[in-house]
Antibody, heavy 120, light 106 residues
Framework: QVRVVQSGAEVKKPGASVKVSCKASGYTFIDYYIHWVRQAPGQGLEWMGCINPNSGVTNYAQKFQGRVTVTRDTSISTAYMELSSLRSDDTAMYYC?????????????WGQGTMLTVSS | SYELTQPPSVSVSPGQTASITCSGDKLGDKYVCWYQQRPGQSPVLIIYQDKKRPSGIPERFTGSNSGNTATLTISGTQAMDEADYYCQAWDSSTYVFGTGTKVTVL
């Protein structure tokens, strides 16, 4: 079936970086954009950015510009999200999701989430 | 930046109708999606392009969008509908989520 499966929970110290993976299966990886959305404990959803797996072109939310990098490896149908200069308020659940287009599209498949804890 | 505002909470009795609003500037000119998120689970798409339901989503979930407000209506609400609901739209190369509404089935 169509799914995206994320890597496991992470614990990092302030100032460090983290790289989370999102492996797609059940569909043609390059036909759908992959997005990253985070949710702090008890808070709402926040879009971080996305990648077009076909071209590698990325688009980031202004808030995360310069601190987030989304990449992909088409040979293994996997996208990655790297977040640097971690702070305690980056503690959140991070989800990957897909859309069929770059704009005006719906997030129809979601990963199980990756919990990131940033603590000294 | 674009903002979508939802009421923090909505309460409904089983079998009754719950309505959740999502407000944003000229929202009716954009496509709106709605997501359901049960505690401890990932979000699930329940409405896209204002009023379309993905396969497997019950007909009791309906959506509308006009002017500055989009509305998600749950008819014949069931206990399993107790969850957080988020609206979402696209604006100026950015995906925006609403503030979220907790639906409590009393």
């Amino acid at each position: 079936q169509v799914r995206v499966v994320q890597s496991g929970a992470e614990v990092k110290k302030p100032g460090a970086s983290v790289k989370v993976s999102c492996k797609a299966s059940g569909y043609t990886f390059i036909d759908y954009y992959i997005h990253w959305v985070r949710q702090a404990p008890g808070q709402g959803l926040e879009w971080m950015g996305c990648i077009n797996p076909n071209s590698g072109v990325t688009n980031y939310a202004q808030k995360f510009q310069g601190r987030v990098t989304v990449t992909r490896d088409t040979s293994i149908s996997t996208a990655y999200m790297e977040l640097s200069s971690l702070r305690s308020d980056d503690t959140a659940m991070y989800y990957c999701s897909r859309t069929a287009a770059a704009t005006h599209a719906a997030f129809d498949i979601w990963g199980q989430g990756t919990m990131l804890t940033v603590s000294s | 930046s674009y903002e979508l505002t939802q009421p923090p909470s909505v309460s409904v009795s089983p079998g009754q109708t719950a309505s959740i609003t999502c407000s944003g500037d000229k929202l009716g000119d954009k496509y709106v999606c709605w997501y359901q998120q049960r505690p401890g689970q990932s979000p699930v798409l329940i409405i896209y392009q204002d009023k379309k339901r993905p396969s497997g989503i019950p007909e009791r979930f309906t959506g509308s969008n006009s002017g500055n407000t989009a509305t998600l209506t749950i008819s014949g609400t069931q206990a399993m509908d107790e969850a957080d609901y988020y609206c979402q739209a696209w604006d100026s190369s950015t995906y925006v989520f609403g503030t979220g509404t907790k639906v409590t089935v009393l």
